[in-house]
Nanobody, 116 residues
Framework: QVQLVESGGGLVQAGGSLRLSCAASGSIFSINAMGWYRQAPGKQRELVATKASGGSANYVDSVRGRFTISRDNAKNTVALQMNSLKPEDTAVYYC??????????WGRGTQVTVSS
């Protein structure tokens, strides 16, 4: 059994910062990609940022330069530092992990609300 638990969402004013964290637990041998997705009301879930176990990161254009993804492979954690937040960043943010031998897992999501 594998679980992903997110933390760190909340309410912030435009221009502010938040840091999201996600920890994977269970019978994990290794994790390939870990990352963050988001879903705003009435919109499809979209990729925000992912980071491969080998270190390469990928960002959606709208957050590049403002958000930074980081991983601790030894602890099976991933974090998303979000700076210069905009109202359009408001969404539920989901952690995702592609786990060797288990497949893809999702966290339950954490709400991020950016007020103007």
């Amino acid at each position: 059994q594998v679980q992903l638990v997110e933390s760190g969402g909340g309410l912030v004013q435009a221009g502010g910062s938040l840091r999201l964290s996600c920890a994977a637990s269970g019978s994990i041998f290794s994790i390939n990609a870990m990352g963050w997705y988001r879903q705003a009301p009435g919109k499809q879930r979209e990729l925000v940022a992912t980071k491969a176990s080998g270190g390469s990161a990928n960002y959606v254009d709208s957050v590049r330069g403002r958000f930074t993804i980081s991983r601790d492979n030894a602890k099976n954690t991933v974090a998303l530092q979000m700076n210069s937040l905009k109202p359009e960043d408001t969404a539920v943010y989901y952690c995702r992990a592609d786990i060797t031998g288990w497949g893809t897992y999702w966290g339950r999501g954490t709400q991020v609300t950016v007020s103007s």
